[in-house]
């Protein structure tokens, strides 16, 4: 499941918008960034009082999922995009002190945040960052419990390829659990060839089918998928949505 589009051009927007979504999280976007974010598409407050804030003002992501993860105390957890950190940090409070949550992330703006908010916070002999690329992970075979993702994988032209990647790091009876943008209907091409509308989480998304197949392509069980309250602020990204069912859903696989 791979998808034409100049993936240089795309890599330097994507750099680019995140690294503005990590400096400036007040700023205009086509997604909404922030606290009141989260709590609308269902995080736990009482979680969320938990991690840095200055991690918080920074996501920017499109579901919930930890009902889904279901993680406990030990458990190994890779974050694939994980920007300043907000998913990283919740899951490093769910595995606690004895369990591993490593970020893997390409923006160094996003990686230079969570890293200096994990030590602030005092927390990063369990929740690290490493710079990398989500379809090349940085990690032995089966050497993980649980691989989550956040609005992400939509911006990976080559998805099949992630999602193999996810099952080769998995143990045996792990999970994924994502939130990510789909759509019902196939993008007409002047929205899969628009850099910007790529980076804004719209122009690569998959048909929801294609998506659940490549899963599956890769040897892993899709349990449960829920859709997420989630809507995006432009008119153009609105346009997108009502056109071709751009939506988000959350969603758990197993190995």
């Known amino acids: 499941m791979t998808t034409a589009i100049d993936t240089e051009q795309l890599e330097a927007k994507v750099r680019r918008m995140y690294r503005d979504v990590a ?11 922030g606290r009141p974010l989260t709590e609308r598409l269902g995080y736990d407050p009482d979680l969320l009082d938990r991690i840095p804030q200055a991690a918080l003002d920074s996501f920017a992501g499109v579901g919930h999922f930890f009902d889904l993860a279901a993680l406990t105390d030990g458990e190994r957890v890779f974050d694939l995009g994980s920007g300043s950190g907000t998913d990283s940090f919740l899951a490093g409070a769910l595995v606690g002190p004895t369990g591993l949550v490593v970020g893997v992330d ?28 989500v379809d090349s992970l940085p990690g032995p075979d089966g050497g993980a419990d649980c691989v989550i993702s956040n609005g992400v994988i939509n911006l990976i032209p080559d998805k099949a390829a992630v999602f193999r990647e996810v099952a080769r790091v998995l143990r045996p009876g792990g999970r994924l659990a994502i939130a990510d943008i789909v759509t019902e209907r196939q993008l007409a091409s002047e ?62 696989a197993t190995k």
């Open 23 to 33: 400096e400036h999280p007040e700023g205009a976007y086509h997604f909404e960034t």
């Open 191 to 252: 929205i899969v060839c628009d850099v910007d509308l790529w980076a804004s989480c719209i122009g690569g998304a998959a048909q929801e089918s294609a998506y659940r197949q490549a899963i599956e392509d890769a040897g892993l069980r899709i349990q449960r998928v829920h859709s997420n309250p989630y809507e995006f602020l432009s008119s153009g990204a609105r346009n997108a949505t009502t056109t071709y069912g751009v939506k988000s859903i959350s969603l758990l």
């Open 106 to 133: 390409f923006t160094p703006e996003q990686l230079s945040k969570a890293r200096r908010l994990a030590s602030e916070a005092g927390v990063d002999d369990h929740v690290q960052f490493r710079h990398g690329r």
